[in-house]
């Protein structure tokens, strides 16, 4: 039979239903696959069209079937395809699977959270989820390259928060956003914490509205109620949660450089290098909405969370961090160490830690 590879010793190639029916994926599917560049047949006859595979890209078609089912965007899919080597294709699988995870705790919690509310159980039963409780503690340093500090950090039996500001009135900046964050610590607002923290954001930014142009903080902050936390972030500083030994990033970076991976024009090495590393694409400023990211997320006990700004990421790496996070000691430790690695390579950079851990409520008088 003639194909249009049996010619010149050549492989024999596959047709289009042969070879879906060898790699499992459907002629629709491969059609998709071409079209977007994923998979592109080795031969497209001119006259009719028909698409013809060579053997040895079933390998890549099971991958591309693979990754599909692991639920991963075309687009990612294609930077896995792309990496230069196995292991930096591992790499942004585990990348993915990781943001996948911490997406997934954080809908969790939203259901959860809906489902009693809207089965009017949550105000009805109070006491049915025992309150958990946080031990916590913050600290800005100004490492070892600035002459100011103009990070913040903040602790609270509620709020946790860090800042990190920018411009001649970054000092400032930092801090007041912080400030205006400080009254819920006081009272929880009634109903929905969500756009309870998104609106004081809101009266953060206009808090900076005569700070002066290229004044301005990223925010990420975390707001307690019972075993609840709303979380709030603009701007590159970051929230991690370690969790029975993993640790998850639970904010996404709002800069130049995360922008550029996740559209996989630069490798996670060419990040870390990057020249415009410290480039935002969204900060809380006089000049505008500051569009921050809000989220709920579901606490139990032995979490630990961190709070921190670049200072610290830009040195240390998520593995030290995990480590230095899963140590024995308690936050306050914990804090001083993060800093002092911060500060031992190098301390380009003002540093902010909180580290939180949730307990369980100490028990009271029977
Ligand atoms: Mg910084």
């Given at each position: 039979m003639a194909s249009p590879g049996s010619g010149g010793g050549r492989v024999d190639l596959l047709t289009i239903g042969a070879f879906a029916r060898a790699s499992r994926l459907s002629p629709k599917a491969l059609r998709l696959y071409d079209s977007l560049g994923l998979l592109t047949p080795a031969h497209v006859d001119e006259v009719s069209g028909y698409r013809f595979y060579r053997p040895d890209q079933l390998e890549q078609a099971r991958m591309v079937a693979w990754l599909r089912r692991l639920g991963m965007p075309l687009a990612r899919i294609q930077v896995v395809l792309t990496a230069g080597t196995p292991e930096q294709a591992a790499r942004e699988i585990a990348s993915y699977w990781a943001e996948t995870e911490a997406e997934l705790i954080s809908r969790q919690a939203l259901a959860a959270h809906l489902i009693r509310y809207l089965s009017g159980s949550e105000p009805a039963m109070p006491g049915t989820r025992p309150a958990l409780t946080i031990r916590y503690a913050a600290r800005s340093d100004i490492g070892?390259?600035?002459?100011?500090?103009?990070d913040t950090a903040y602790a609270g039996r509620r709020l946790l928060a860090v800042a990190d500001g920018m411009g001649a009135g970054g000092e400032a900046a930092s801090a007041a956003v912080i400030e205006a964050l400080k009254p819920l610590e006081a009272a929880l607002p009634a109903g929905n914490l969500l756009n309870a923290m998104a609106e004081a954001v809101r009266q953060a930014g206009a808090s900076?509205?005569?700070?002066?142009?290229g004044t301005g903080t990223t925010l990420t902050a975390m707001l307690w109620s019972g075993s609840q936390l709303v979380l709030v972030h603009v701007g590159d500083t970051r929230a991690y949660l370690l969790r029975a030994g993993e640790l998850f990033q639970i904010t996404h970076d709002h800069s130049v450089v995360q922008a550029l991976l996740d559209e996989g024009k630069i490798t996670p090495e060419e990040a870390e290098s990057h020249?415009?590393?410290?480039?935002?694409?969204r900060a809380i400023a006089g000049d505008g909405p500051a569009d921050p990211d809000v989220s709920l997320h579901d606490a139990q006990a032995g979490d630990r969370y961190l709070l921190c700004s670049d200072g610290l990421t830009t040195v240390v790496s998520p593995g030290v961090i995990r480590d230095t996070l899963s140590a024995p000691g308690d936050a306050e430790q914990a804090v001083a160490q993060l800093i002092d690695l911060a500060n031992q390579a190098g301390g380009p950079d003002n540093i902010a830690c909180v580290v939180a851990d949730v307990a369980e409520p100490r028990p009271g008088p029977v």
């Open positions: 070892r390259h600035r002459e100011r500090n103009q900076l509205a005569d700070a002066g142009p020249p415009q590393r410290s480039l935002l694409l």
